[in-house]
Nanobody, 128 residues
Framework: QVQLVESGGGLVQAGDSLRLSCEAS??????????TGWFRQVPGQEREFVAA????????YYADSVKGRFTISRDNGKNTVYLQMNSLKPEDTATYYC???????????????????WGQGTQVTVSS
């Protein structure tokens, strides 16, 4: 089984940038051909899709709320997916999770139910 571990969260001011990392460990060879997604969640609210990237990196998907500000990328040699977050806003404050879809046949779903492996999350707090 693959374990996903997020890092890079923190407390920043509005307009600042952060880069989150999601590193896969364990049976990483089982990750071949799987996309990876980022979600975020605020207490009391549903988990929200942020971005996703195909295994090759050729296809990326973004929520409208982060388009133009966030960039997802991956380095398969390091088993790591990144989320570069620029021009952060207070409304970006949340716990950020990376996740792997249940199937290799991922085509941009933003439904958390289509993702089966999750990290423990990293907190991002943006002050105004």
């Amino acid at each position: 089984q693959v374990q996903l571990v997020e890092s890079g969260g923190g407390l920043v001011q509005a307009g600042d940038s952060l880069r989150l990392s999601c590193e896969a460990s364990g049976r990483t060879f089982d990750s071949y051909n799987y996309a990876t997604g980022w979600f975020r969640q605020v207490p009391g609210q549903e988990r929200e899709f942020v971005a996703a990237i195909s295994w090759s990196g050729a296809n990326t998907y973004y929520a409208d709320s982060v388009k133009g500000r966030f960039t997802i990328s991956r380095d398969n040699g390091k088993n790591t997916v990144y989320l570069q977050m620029n021009s952060l806003k207070p409304e970006d404050t949340a716990t950020y999770y990376c996740a792997r879809p249940r199937s290799t046949y991922y085509h941009g779903s933003n439904d958390p139910k289509d993702f089966g492996s999750w990290g423990q999350g990293t907190q991002v707090t943006v002050s105004s």
